[in-house]
């Protein structure tokens, strides 16, 4: 990197409205990792491993499947996949979003003609995350440990957040304090105008 390189601070709306300076309260996050706002940090006790474990959310009857389920939440989809964001209580990300089949699939099961389908769908949510003016990277995340339908999260990294980079991103949402409602709005409005222009509908349950 040049010796001239010069940076200044991020100015978007939503970088004026984050709590840049501030130590976040992780007492929210879930017994699951470690809080971003601590340097070092020592693991919990391994806790006793007990199976089976309970079923997921629609493991058992696909009819209990909240993703199925037509939902304010989505949206955009098209025939095959659907976007689902504006999660009750809000997020401190730029956007936050999750990805899904229509069908009520797992990954392990799904037919190959909906993987195919899976490349072009991140890829397009990607580039429409990053027409936020505050973000800069779109990161994907896979875990299904709630819900037996396949489900890919979202997470928009803000432009200069280099504490956001990777894995840690997710604790980072955890402890943020939810954006303001008509800005997370507008991001939505954002996201789904882009997707919506690519093909598909744009909220489609509203």
């Not at 409205?17 to 130590?23: E, L, R």
């Amino acid at each position: 990197m040049s010796d001239d390189f010069e940076q200044h601070p991020a100015d978007t709306a939503w970088h004026r409205w984050a709590p840049i300076g501030q130590t976040l309260d992780a007492s929210g996050v879930p017994d699951s990792g470690p809080a971003p706002s601590i340097a070092a940090f020592e693991l919990r006790p391994l806790a006793p491993m007990l199976v089976p474990e309970k079923p997921r959310q629609g493991e058992l009857d696909p009819a209990e499947c909240g993703i199925c389920r037509p939902s304010e939440n989505t949206i955009w989809h098209d025939d095959e996949w659907q976007v689902a964001s504006g999660f009750e209580g809000g997020v401190g990300l730029p956007f936050v979003g999750a990805v899904a089949p229509r069908r009520h699939v797992r990954l392990e099961d799904a037919p190959i003609e909906v993987l195919a389908g899976l490349g072009p769908v991140l890829q397009r949510l990607s580039e429409a995350t990053k027409t936020i003016p505050a973000v800069a990277r779109c990161h994907f995340s896979r875990w299904n440990d709630g819900s037996a339908h396949l489900h890919i999260w979202a997470y928009a990294r803000p432009a200069g957040m280099m504490q956001g980079r990777g894995a840690i991103l997710p604790f980072w949402e955890q402890c943020l304090p939810a954006s303001p409602d008509e800005m997370a709005a507008e991001n939505i409005e954002t996201v789904a105008r882009v997707l919506a222009a690519g093909g598909g509908t744009a909220f489609p349950h509203r």
